[in-house]
């Protein structure tokens, strides 16, 4: 995506980006989308001009029976005059399949002249009992299943409505509506206040759609696709700290709550508090971004309740709360029993907090990239004899910007490499002091690792030392290689873009390595790569002979993100997208 500029760290707040991924057959392609995208002029959210069409008012009665089980809140518009009421040709007619034919209009040749008997042609139509259908008698685990595949899981660029074939649905019968309030209600996508609202109007009249709630999902929210400014916002009081409690109090069985920094002013010390100890059923909890005074104040406040033994959820993101003080962490991890994963990234996090994790714990996923107030001693001892990493990690990044913060030496790298686990598909160690000798340490690690970023000191011989041995290239799993950290030229003719080099297919660079192999793009596409960049990152991709991918990047441990290097750990499996998108591919460490 040539051009787009990433925001830096000091101003990323001042607008929202929304990342998302694109799915073209081309690995690392991404979309970005500003503000001017959610607040587009020509897109109305709601159409309050008078209708062309309208008659006289009339008194209309209710569209479902009184005594019906079927909610009543979802109708057509008050225009609506029903299908064969459409004009087509000229002519009043329904747009069923039978008249569609009539007026010539089918998608399909005209079937052959057949010499067959007038009455062997027509089939008699097969009609069902109400509730009878054959879709309506499938067993409820395999209508959910068909019916979650028209679910549209990321917000349109815009307000336009979403998941309208769903809200076609639930007019269709009784078996039906109630499949589909279940998908609509499990996974509530929020990207602006005026649906957050919404929603919570529609659970506080129907209690039972709350109990469906599964998810609740921050991550696309827009403060400013509505409001122009903070003091209309406010003025609305559409989300708040008190609406969002609310909220959290009508959903008992909530599982997942995903937040980021647009929202950490609406959480205060309640919602901390409903979400810690009045959510049994919680497992997911994201705090992507969230830094404002208000936030580090309302987990100041919750430090002096009383905390139980035990915390149950199990996916924990501090990604970026840089704000946070340190009494947090020593207060919280050592109650994650049964955590797999977490994100400290960037945080306040020290070596006592670290190793007071429980030896319970399976962590599979552990980020602790620009943890400063980390030294290497306690990183190493935590990575290779902790009961709660040592047999169990699959994505680990110790990464640091090595111009302000120095983690890892090479001694380290000597204690730390040949103690990894065979789990390990994903690791950074961006940042680092490495040498020559660490690639004999390495290359046992690439017969299972599928992502490797290396730090600096190295030379690009010395890479494709990873690959090939004695002049012979030996066999791998490394599909992204990072090795933005070394200043080195890759040409059309260097080994990592040879043929033999698959199945690595993503190398990341640096800015000036981008820069010069764009000038020869052409060339590197006659050796079968391409250059790629996005926000700040950058890199060298693999082609097919059709110009894609062999392999979408998707992995089970990537939990629905397909592009490679992602550098935030995700807590709920979904598409990437909105602020979490942004974190993940278009941003630095």
């Given at each position: ?23 073209d ?5 991404f ?6 995208s959610y607040?587009?002029e ?6 309050e ?22 909610n ?8 609506f005059?029903g ?7 000229g ?8 008249n569609?034919?009539?007026?010539v ?11 067959e ?6 089939t008699?139509?097969?009609?069902y ?13 395999v209508?959910?299943n068909i019916?979650?595949?028209l679910?549209?899981?990321?917000p349109?660029?815009?307000l336009?409505v ?15 509506h ?9 996974h509530?996508?929020?990207p ?25 999902d921050f ?8 409001f122009?400014?903070?003091s209309?916002?406010a ?11 609310q ?13 980021q920094?647009?929202i950490?002013?609406?959480?205060d010390?309640?919602?901390l508090?409903?979400?810690?100890f009045s959510?049994?059923?919680l ?7 969230c ?7 309302a ?14 959820i199990?996916r ?6 840089i704000t946070?003080p340190?009494?947090?962490?020593e207060?919280?991890?050592?109650r ?15 070596d ?16 602790l990239?620009?943890c ?6 306690a ?6 004899t ?7 990690l699959?994505?680990?990044?110790l990464?640091t910007?090595?111009s302000?913060?120095?983690l890892?030496?090479?001694?380290d790298i ?7 686990p ?27 690792l599928e ?10 011989s010395?890479i494709?030392k ?29 080994e ?8 690595l ?12 192999a ?11 790569w ?6 700040t990152?950058?890199?060298?991709v ?7 991918t062999?392999d979408n990047?998707?992995?089970?441990w990537?939990m ?15 598409e990437?997208?909105g602020m979490?998108?942004?974190?993940m591919?278009g941003?630095h460490?």
């Amino acid at each position: 995506m040539p051009g787009a500029i990433s925001p830096s760290e000091k101003t990323a707040r001042s607008s929202f980006s929304s990342v998302r991924e694109n799915d073209d057959g081309l690995a690392q392609t991404f979309t970005r989308s500003k503000i001017s995208s959610y607040t587009n002029e020509t897109e109305e959210v709601f159409d309050e001009s008078p209708s062309s069409e309208s008659g006289q008012p009339f008194f209309q009665p209710p569209l479902t029976n009184p005594h019906s089980q079927l909610n009543g809140f979802w109708a057509p518009a008050p225009t609506f005059r029903g299908w064969r009421e459409i004009p087509l040709k000229g002519k009043k007619a329904s747009r069923s399949l039978e008249n569609l034919r009539s007026l010539v209009m089918s998608w399909s040749p005209p079937s052959t002249p057949s010499n067959e008997p007038e009455a062997k042609k027509k089939t008699a139509r097969t009609t069902y009992e109400p509730g009878r259908a054959p879709i309506e008698t499938l067993p409820s685990e395999v209508l959910d299943n068909i019916i979650d595949l028209l679910v549209v899981e990321l917000p349109p660029n815009g307000l336009t409505v979403r998941n309208a074939d769903l809200m076609a649905l639930l007019l269709a019968s009784r078996a039906l509506h109630a499949a589909t309030l279940t998908t609509l209600y499990r996974h509530i996508t929020i990207p602006h206040s005026r649906i957050f609202r919404k929603f919570l109007n529609t659970v506080v009249e129907y209690p039972n759609l709350a109990s469906i709630v599964r998810r609740l999902d921050f991550s696309h929210f827009n403060p400013n696709s509505i409001f122009s400014n903070a003091s209309q916002r406010a003025s609305t009081q559409n989300l708040t700290a008190k609406t969002l409690a609310q909220c959290l109090d009508l959903t008992p069985y909530l599982q997942e709550f995903l937040a980021q920094e647009y929202i950490d002013g609406d959480i205060d010390r309640e919602v901390l508090r409903k979400l810690f100890f009045s959510l049994p059923r919680l497992k997911a909890v994201d705090f992507c971004g969230c830094s404002t005074a208000s936030f580090r104040e309302a987990f100041k406040e919750l430090l002096e309740d009383e905390w139980p033994e035990k915390l149950g959820i199990t996916r924990l993101s501090f990604h970026k709360c840089i704000t946070l003080p340190t009494a947090v962490f020593e207060t919280i991890l050592p109650r994650l029993t049964k955590v797999t994963h977490l994100d400290l990234a960037g945080t306040r996090v020290t070596d006592a907090a670290l190793m007071s994790i429980p030896t319970t714990a399976q962590i599979t996923h552990l980020n602790l990239a620009r943890c400063k107030e980390l030294t290497s001693e306690a990183v190493v001892a935590f990575i290779t004899t902790h009961p709660a990493v040592k047999d169990s990690l699959v994505f680990l990044s110790l990464a640091t910007d090595a111009s302000s913060h120095l983690l890892l030496g090479k001694d380290d790298i000597d204690k730390l490499v040949p103690a990894l686990p065979s789990t390990l598909r994903s690791l950074s160690l961006k940042g680092s002091r490495m040498e020559e000798s660490h690639i004999s340490l390495l290359r046992p690690l690439t017969e299972t690792l599928e992502e490797l970023t290396l730090g600096q000191g190295l030379e690009i011989s010395d890479i494709q030392k990873l690959f090939r041995v004695d002049g012979q290239w030996r066999p791998h799993s490394v599909r992204y290689l990072d090795i933005s950290d070394i200043e080195t030229r890759i040409g059309s003719a260097s080994e990592l873009l040879a043929d033999e080099s698959a199945p690595l297919h993503v190398i990341e660079v640096d800015e000036r390595v981008y820069e010069r192999a764009a000038k020869i793009k052409k060339t590197l596409q006659r050796v079968g790569w391409t250059a790629k960049e996005f926000g700040t990152r950058y890199w060298l991709v693999r082609l097919n002979a059709d110009g894609s991918t062999a392999d979408n990047g998707g992995r089970w441990w990537k939990m629905g993100a397909e592009s490679w290097g992602m550098r935030k750990v995700p807590v709920a499996k979904g598409e990437v997208g909105g602020m979490y998108g942004s974190f993940m591919f278009g941003r630095h460490i």
